[in-house]
């Protein structure tokens, strides 16, 4: 299954500049892509057009096509987008419904509102909290989680919805180490099992484990793409206000004193 | 210049039974650039609430310079600790990003020209100069976060504690955020901020504190406190060194927190 | 919905909803009908307004509040939320109708140029009386339902589930808003915001509280419906519940029951004929 955005361009309501421009991109099965950039730079924009949220609750005009497994979206309304493509956002607290006193009702929050039989829901919501490992937080009340927690819950919930596509915006702002690695795994999970998920994130280290593909944003354009370990490498990612990994940091900075990177492998 | 010292400090919650601070002892000298790391719900912010006024001890005392906090009026505390919070969408309530750095400065009595360059200094060193008639709400969260910076920057507190200072910045913010440190450091001023960005920790700080269920666990240099023999300590709260800590473990060369120390001990070797 | 079926796995599909989930309350009292729970309330409190005098919201609150509280075992609990609730306006009604109620000749207490009269004192125990009723109603009712089990209950009866949200939501989010508000205070604070000087200063230093808080609810809220309709909570049609309260026959016939009487008390009290 794919999702693919061509030349898709967006702007606010509101707006005198368009926050998006020529966005073309593909997210097929199985596979992880990051999305990096500068503040600003539109990553929130990317995540919230690729979900079908804008324009549909955010005010804007958008240009361009959205095809999923090549059928124009456009006239789709979002409780129909939302069974395909679900997308998560930065903070942990407002993702939680607010009206559930269990995990699991959370959980089933997304299946119930599609009105699936009783025990499909039911298993639903096993499976998305036994993919994140979460299982034993079932009955725990929602609100009393820490954040890395919670933003657990919120990608069950996601789950729960069996979507083919997943956009998450900065997961990991929130959280601490502990936190960033439970929702590195879990995106690491769901790309096996066969979803295909957008991510924006500023931490580098987090796209260099599990994105195959990355696009960067500057100024609402893609311009740089392809294969992760290429643009995580790219030396034009410090001008466009990217962080480099670890690995490749340091790897430059051994080269920029004359070592011999080799050297840093043993 | 100040010091501040935590005696025996201990703080429970009122909503809670847990000891959020469990026996906290620490001294912090003037100048000095400090780093408090640990998980969520390990007791950093609740230390630093401390520092100010904002929260009061339940068992022990905070000293600042030597006076006992709760001698000091709310006003006068603030005077002296700058505090900086997390989420700047709570509090920044002014209508321009000129009337919201300027807030805590005038609080503080300061007016006219001593007022003017304390704004215009704050806005220059995070990058939001020539962004005076702004208004706060049209710069995008990361800007408005060093916004939240500037705002307590401008107060020119003798100690400057920044909590969680770099999350959702990109590189330049979290540059800018250095420099915010360093700039500081040169005048004087004690920073003290709370990070889960080991990078940032290693390259920025003088002293690294690790905090665990409202204890000191470690408190060290950062090339002891990413040293070897430190990870365990750093793995039992879900911390990890950084990657130049850990190759040059690997390589037999010591301990090399940073970028810049690795590359230093590859040429001496 | 069409979607990735990879995920299913049969050894799961075995594990119902866990029994947290609408747990029966634990006693009789709690076990009623939310809506059940909800009319007592509500006709407790409005027929305590409309009998007036003392004697009968006096014995309202033993009948009606009193006596479940007591079966619930939330007494005391009861006794301290709806006093904290409501003595800041008990106080304020029972001394402003002892010292200002207009035309009362009997003195009982002179202090400067006001006074307490007998007929005061009356009447500010009356009004106290309707306060500790109303109060008592919505507190028991509060402390014997969770929110959630009384939204369940309306939305299988057929109300909108986003009629039940947004009540809900909105009772969720006052502790939400409290806490906010303590954050900002505590952060403007640190900038020197003096709350504790004259009622100028303080007054002054209401801007930058309550303007983060509300532009931040704002924010929070455009958030939180993205992400609710991202679930598909505006889609039409039924949703799955995963559980309802109990109802029976005999509730449903009390609640309208108690509605009658009530209508019926309303007519003869408008029309005079019991006073």
Redesign the interface.
């Known amino acids: 299954?794919t999702l693919t955005l061509q030349a898709v361009g967006y702007r606010y309501a509101g707006a005198d500049q368009p926050s998006l421009l020529e966005i073309d991109l593909e997210l097929r099965d199985g596979e992880v892509v990051g999305v990096a950039?500068?503040?600003?730079a539109g990553k929130t924009t990317l995540c919230?057009v690729a979900?079908g949220?804008a324009p549909?609750?955010?005010g804007g005009r958008i240009r361009g096509t959205i095809l999923l497994d090549g059928e124009n979206v456009d006239a789709w309304?979002?409780?129909r987008l939302?069974?395909?493509i679900?997308?998560g956002?930065?903070?942990p607290?407002?993702?939680l419904?607010?009206?559930?006193?269990?995990v699991?009702?959370e959980v089933?929050?997304?299946?119930?509102?599609?009105?699936?039989?009783?025990?499909d829901?039911?298993?639903?919501t096993?499976?998305?909290l036994?993919?994140l490992r979460i299982d034993d937080l079932?009955?725990r009340n929602p609100q009393r989680l820490?954040?890395?927690q919670q933003q657990l819950v919120?990608m069950a919930?996601?789950?729960a919805?069996?979507?083919?596509h997943l956009v998450l915006d900065?997961p990991t702002?929130?959280?601490?180490?502990?936190?960033?690695?439970l929702v590195a795994d879990a995106i690491a999970a769901l790309a096996a099992?066969?979803?295909s998920i957008l991510v924006a994130e500023?931490k580098t280290d987090l796209l260099a484990e599990v994105a195959i593909r990355m696009v960067v944003l500057a100024e609402g354009r893609v311009v740089l793409q392809g294969p992760a370990a290429d643009v995580l490498d790219d030396a034009r990612?410090?001008e466009l206000?990217?962080?480099a990994p670890?690995?490749v940091?340091?790897r430059r900075?051994?080269e920029a004193?004359g070592?011999d990177p080799e050297?840093?492998r043993? | 210049m100040i010091e501040l010292r935590a005696e025996g400090l201990i703080h429970v919650y009122r909503t809670g039974a847990v000891r959020a601070l469990d026996g906290v002892d620490l001294v912090i000298g003037a100048g000095e650039r400090v780093a408090l790391i640990g998980q969520n719900g390990s007791g950093k912010t609740t230390l630093v609430r401390h520092l100010n006024g904002l929260l009061r001890p339940t068992e022990g005392r905070v000293l600042i310079d030597g006076t006992d906090a709760r001698e000091l009026t709310v006003g006068q505390l603030a005077s002296r600790v700058g505090l900086v919070f997390q989420d700047p969408d709570r509090q920044i309530f002014a209508g321009s990003v000129r009337a919201e750095v300027e807030f805590g400065p005038r609080n503080l009595g300061r007016s006219g020209n001593d007022l003017r360059s304390a704004v215009a200094d704050a806005l220059t060193a995070t990058g939001l100069a020539g962004e005076e008639a702004t208004n706060p709400y049209d710069l995008g969260q990361s800007r408005r976060k060093l916004l939240a910076l500037a705002s307590v920057l401008a107060m020119r507190t003798p100690v400057l504690v920044l909590d969680e200072p770099t999350t959702g910045q990109d590189a330049r913010g979290i540059e800018r955020v250095q420099g915010v440190v360093e700039a500081a450091a040169g005048e004087g001023r004690t920073v003290i901020a709370i990070s889960h960005d080991m990078r940032f920790v290693a390259e920025t700080f003088e002293r690294v504190i690790v905090m665990r269920a409202g204890r000191i666990i470690l408190d060290a240099p950062p090339a002891e406190a990413f040293a070897a023999s430190s990870w365990e300590t750093l793995r039992s709260t879900y911390l990890e060194p950084t990657l130049a800590a850990e190759v040059g473990d690997r390589l037999g060369l010591g301990s090399t927190p940073t970028d810049a120390s690795l590359i230093e001990a590859l040429r001496a070797g | 919905m069409a979607g990735r079926e990879r995920l299913t796995n049969p050894p799961l599909m075995n594990r119902g909803v866990p029994k947290i989930v609408g747990r029966p309350g634990p006693t009789a009292y709690h076990r009623l009908n939310p809506l059940t729970k909800a009319t007592l309330a509500t006709i407790t409190a409005v027929a305590a307004v409309v009998l007036g005098g003392l004697v009968g919201p006096v014995v309202l609150v033993l009948v009606a509040v009193i006596g479940p509280a007591t079966v619930a075992g939330v007494l005391l609990r009861l006794i301290r939320t709806a006093l904290l609730l409501s003595l800041p306006i008990a106080i304020s009604a029972f001394l402003v109708n002892l010292f200002f109620f207009p035309g009362g000749e009997q003195v009982l207490l002179r202090i400067g140029p006001i006074t307490a009269t007998a007929e005061g004192l009356a009447f500010a125990l009356e009004i106290l009386a309707r306060i500790v009723a109303i109060s008592g109603a919505v507190t028991l009712f509060y402390l014997t339902t969770p929110p959630a089990d009384l939204v369940v209950d309306l939305e299988r009866r057929g109300v909108s589930p986003r009629i039940g949200f947004v009540a809900n939501a909105s009772v969720q989010t006052v502790p939400a808003m409290v806490e906010r508000a303590m954050q900002i205070t505590a952060a403007q604070r640190a900038r020197g915001l003096d709350t504790e000087g004259s009622l100028w200063r303080r007054v002054r230093g209401i801007v930058p509280i309550v303007g983060p808080v509300i532009l931040g609810s704002i924010a929070e809220v455009e958030e939180r419906t993205m992400a609710l309709e991202a679930r598909g909570f505006a889609r039409p049609g039924r949703r799955t519940l995963l559980w309802s309260p109990p109802d029976s026959v005999f509730q449903s016939a009390l609640r309208w029951g108690l509605l009658v009487a009530l209508l019926a008390l309303i007519v003869a009290r408008v029309t005079g004929v019991w006073a």
């Open positions: 299954m950039g500068a503040s600003e919230l979900s949220l549909r609750t955010v309304p979002m409780h939302s069974g395909r679900a997308m956002f930065q903070n607290s407002t993702q419904s607010q009206v559930t006193g269990t699991f009702e089933a929050f997304g299946p119930m509102n599609f009105g699936l039989p009783h025990d829901v039911v298993a639903r096993w499976q998305a036994h993919t079932a009955e820490s954040g890395g919120a919930g996601l789950l919805l069996r979507p083919s900065e702002a929130q959280l601490d180490p502990a936190g960033t690695r099992d066969g979803a500023q990612l410090i206000g990217v962080s670890s690995a940091r340091l900075a051994a004193a070592i050297r840093l043993d």
